[in-house]
Each structure stands twice: as structure tokens, then as C-alpha cells.
Antibody, heavy 116, light 110 residues
Framework: EVQLVESGGGLVQPGGSLRLSCAAS????????MFWVRQGPIRGLVGVAH????????HYADSVKGRFTISRDNAKNTLYLQVNSLNAEDTGVYYC?????????WGRGTTVTVSS | QSVLTQPPSVSAAPGQKVTISCSGQ????????VSWNQHLPGTAPKLHIY???KRPSEVPDRFSGSKSGTSATLGITGLQTGDEADYYC???????????FGGGTKVTVL
């Protein structure tokens, strides 16, 4: 079964950091680009970051450039998102998704809450 | 504000049809493939349409997609209560160099 499982979310103070992880199984992870997508408290999805299959190319939404870093370890079938200098607007559920036919597989998400 | 524009909500009675529009620009819908995801609160989003008009095998043929120029449309026929959800269009934007979504449309079955 193709599966993505996110972890690493939590409650963090403004200015804080977290490292989100996404464990992939059921498919050849190294064959696919991957996304991180955020859903904020109000309805809406934002494509936060993208990484290609071998990890050599990355793209970021303007709102997170310089603060977030997407990476992957194909040997461990794991996607990461290092999130730094967090602010209230970063609060939300973070999903990892597979880059195939758009976004064909999604995890259940991990929640990040930025609050003092 | 989202790069792609969707109506906030649509509604219809069971068995009826709804359509959801998604409007963009040459740098996104005009150049690329549009996909549609269904999202029920508390669950993982689910791909329903990709490459403008293709359905994953597990999605019923009541769902259809189309694209013309810089706009795309999702259609749902034979509306069922289980179709109540938020629906998001999305595509790659070559100017922003990133994936962009619409603001989402809430489908309500009356």
C-alpha cells in the first residue's frame, strides 16, 4: 500500500523551529518529486515547497523562502521540512504529497501551531 | 489571496449537478495541467482529477474535468451527500516557480 506518514509537528513559540518528517512506503521513493502543502486555520491550501526526485532542485513559496528548507534522504525513504523563524501565519496542518499526476498521494498531515 | 480563483461555495439537491470554476493566468492554467483535490476536514486530501480531465481509477465517473484557455472546470453529476467537501484546483505556475491552488470551493448537498 502506498503510504505517507508525517510527524514532527507541535506547539512552538514565535521565532522557534521544528523539523517535520514524512516517511514514505509502498513505492520507489527515489523515483518521485515531493511537495509539502500547508492548510491554514481558514480553508485554503498552500504549496509550501517542492523537491525533485534526487534532491538537487528545490522550490519554495515566497512566504517561506529563507526560513524553510526541504530535503530528502532516499536511502531512508524520508522527506523533511526544516521550518525556522516561525510566525503565526505558519500555523496549520502540513501535508507531504507525491508529485505524480499533480499530487496523487497525501499523508494525513502533522499540525504546527505557532503561539506564545 | 489565492493565485487561482474559485467560487467560495456551490450547492444543489441530491441527484443534481454542480460545476466549480477555476480561473488563472497564462503562467499557470494556460500552460499546464490542472488537477482537482477533494478535502474532507480532518482527512487527507484526495486527488479526483488530473491532467485536466483524467480520473484516478477509484474516483467515480460522476466527476469530470475540463480546461479551456486559462480556466478549468470540475463537474459533479448525480450529487450525493458523500460529495460534501472542499474542492481545490491546482497547477504549476511557471512565473512563481511553484505549485498554486485555488482558494477552495465548499460543495453543499441541500
Amino acid at each position: 500500500e502506498v503510504q505517507l506518514v508525517e510527524s514532527g509537528g507541535g506547539l512552538v513559540q514565535p521565532g522557534g523551529s521544528l523539523r517535520l518528517s514524512c516517511a514514505a512506503s509502498g513505492f520507489t521513493f527515489s523515483d518521485y518529486g515531493m511537495f509539502w502543502v500547508r492548510q491554514g486555520p481558514i480553508r485554503g491550501l498552500v504549496g509550501v515547497a517542492h523537491i525533485n526526485d534526487d534532491g538537487t532542485k528545490t522550490h519554495y513559496a515566497d512566504s517561506v523562502k529563507g526560513r524553510f528548507t526541504i530535503s530528502r534522504d532516499n536511502a531512508k525513504n524520508t522527506l523533511y521540512l526544516q521550518v525556522n523563524s516561525l510566525n503565526a501565519e505558519d500555523t496549520g496542518v502540513y501535508y507531504c504529497t507525491r508529485d505524480r499526476n499533480g499530487m496523487d498521494v497525501w499523508g494525513r498531515g502533522t499540525t504546527v501551531t505557532v503561539s506564545s | 489571496q489565492s493565485v487561482l480563483t474559485q467560487p467560495p461555495s456551490v450547492s444543489a439537491a441530491p441527484g443534481q449537478k454542480v460545476t466549480i470554476s477555476c480561473s488563472g493566468q497564462n503562467s499557470n492554467i494556460g500552460q499546464g495541467w490542472v488537477s482537482w483535490n477533494q478535502h474532507l476536514p480532518g482527512t487527507a486530501p484526495k486527488l479526483h482529477i488530473y491532467d485536466n480531465n483524467k480520473r484516478p481509477s477509484e474516483v467515480p465517473d460522476r466527476f469530470s474535468g475540463s480546461k479551456s484557455g486559462t480556466s478549468a472546470t470540475l463537474g459533479i453529476t448525480g450529487l450525493q451527500t458523500g460529495d460534501e467537501a472542499d474542492y481545490y484546483c491546482g497547477t504549476w505556475d511557471s512565473s512563481l516557480n511553484g505549485w498554486v491552488f485555488g482558494g477552495g470551493t465548499k460543495v453543499t448537498v441541500l
